[in-house]
Nanobody, 115 residues
Framework: QVQPVESGGGLVQPGGSLRLSCGTS????????LGWYRQAPGKQRELVAT???????MYADSVKGRFIISRDNNKNTVFLQMKSLRPEDTAVYYC?????????WGQGTQVTVSL
């Protein structure tokens, strides 16, 4: 399956942590720069973090210092470790290449930060 499959979301209290995973059988994930994106209700999808094949990373200012993106090239998998979660982090999280390609949008995984 080429389309990525995201997992690891859930309901967490403010200050909590989650680890998201995204994998695909498509080989492109082994070589491309990858990104995590999110879309909150009523808002446009936004870029959260990116990671190159060599593991150079970039983060949106809103998550810098709280989120860590990583990857396992051998398993075509990308991860997003999230800590110190805030209610404003509530969104559906997606992985894709960076820049994103329409054919690689999956179903996403819901992250809800609430008491």
């Amino acid at each position: 399956q080429v389309q990525p499959v995201e997992s690891g979301g859930g309901l967490v209290q403010p200050g909590g942590s989650l680890r998201l995973s995204c994998g695909t059988s498509g080989i492109i994930f082994r070589f491309a720069t990858l990104g995590w994106y999110r879309q909150a209700p009523g808002k446009q999808r936004e870029l959260v973090a990116t990671i190159t094949r060599g593991s150079s990373t970039m983060y949106a200012d809103s998550v810098k210092g709280r989120f860590i993106i990583s990857r396992d090239n051998n398993k075509n998998t990308v991860f997003l470790q999230m800590k110190s979660l805030r209610p404003e982090d509530t969104a559906v999280y997606y992985c894709n290449t960076f820049p994103a390609q329409d054919r690689y949008w999956g179903q996403g995984t819901q992250v809800t930060v609430s008491l």
